[in-house]
């Protein structure tokens, strides 16, 4: 038997709940979406059609389904004081099905109506609308925090069997690196979160991407005595920026295997830590 369908939220980093536990009645039917791609055009005088420009993903709407019976029209009106106390809040909402257990939304309420499927009626079937600004899905955990990527990836996606010291590389001077996102991660353009924990032996230390050119190079000795946080595109040592220490570039990771070269020291410890983020 098919069980009900299940949504977990969690507003403003606070602890998950499962909603029927804040609300009994309140029956999650399925959530809805669909990603906003939206395409820029130039247009030139005396040339026939449009060149095209650009795309992007823009936020789009995710519509929440529920069911409600009520006893009376009073249990109504006191059920949907409830409803409306828990999700018109404004605040972030992160969210996440059963259905799709290893995505999460960050979504923001917009406005919605609950009424009565009818008059005299006791139910109530309504949806709950709420933006995604980012219009993306992430990965309920980041690289670093995955205790194996098929506790919550189902088969059908194709995943090796990794687990987060996959992403964490010790004297290996030339890695492939994997990014299971269905995006590149681009810090520098789409300001995705990515953050590169550096510790070397030598008087700097340069990563380079073969697989699309990326590099960043960080100018300091150091004899693994303290580490540098590349965090997007600023660099931090000791939570202070020290961007005039490097050459000012960034590393944008490629959907799939990216292969990373190590240079300018003799040893090094680096993680990368990121969410994976899927349209």
Request: hydrophobic letters at 35%; one cysteine or more; charged letters at 20%.
């Amino acid at each position: 038997m098919v069980g009900k369908p299940k949504l977990f939220i969690s507003i403003d980093g606070n602890p998950e709940f499962n909603v029927t536990d804040k609300i009994p009645q309140l029956q999650f039917l399925g959530a809805q979406s669909n990603p906003a791609l939206t395409n820029n055009y130039q247009d030139v005088t005396g040339m026939d059609g449009s060149q095209f420009n650009l795309a992007a993903i823009n936020k789009n709407t995710v519509n929440l389904n529920f069911f409600v019976h009520f006893r009376d029209y009073y249990d109504f009106k006191a059920v949907k004081q409830q409803i409306l106390q828990l999700f018109m809040q404004k605040r972030i909402y992160r969210i996440r099905t059963d259905a799709e257990p290893m995505f999460v939304q960050f979504l923001r309420p917009v406005t919605s109506e609950i009424n009565l499927i009818g008059d005299g009626t006791n139910d109530s079937q309504f949806t709950l609308a709420f933006e995604n600004p980012t219009g993306y899905k992430f990965s309920r955990f980041d690289s670093l925090n995955q205790a194996d990527l098929w506790d919550d990836f189902p088969l059908g996606f194709n995943l090796p069997a990794m687990d987060k010291e996959d992403f964490h590389f010790i004297d290996e001077f030339s890695f492939n690196l994997l990014n299971p996102s269905g995006v590149a991660i681009d810090p520098y353009f789409e300001h995705h979160d990515l953050k590169i924990h550096l510790k070397w032996v030598g008087s700097k230390i340069t990563l380079n991407n073969r697989t699309n050119g990326s590099s960043y190079t960080y100018n300091g000795s150091n004899n693994n005595n303290y580490e540098i946080l590349l965090d997007g595109v600023d660099s931090f040592l000791h939570g202070n920026q020290v961007n005039n220490q490097t050459d000012f570039g960034n590393i944008k990771l490629e959907p799939g295997f990216n292969q990373i070269e190590v240079s300018g020291c003799t040893n090094f410890d680096v993680k990368f830590e990121f969410p994976f983020i899927y349209i």
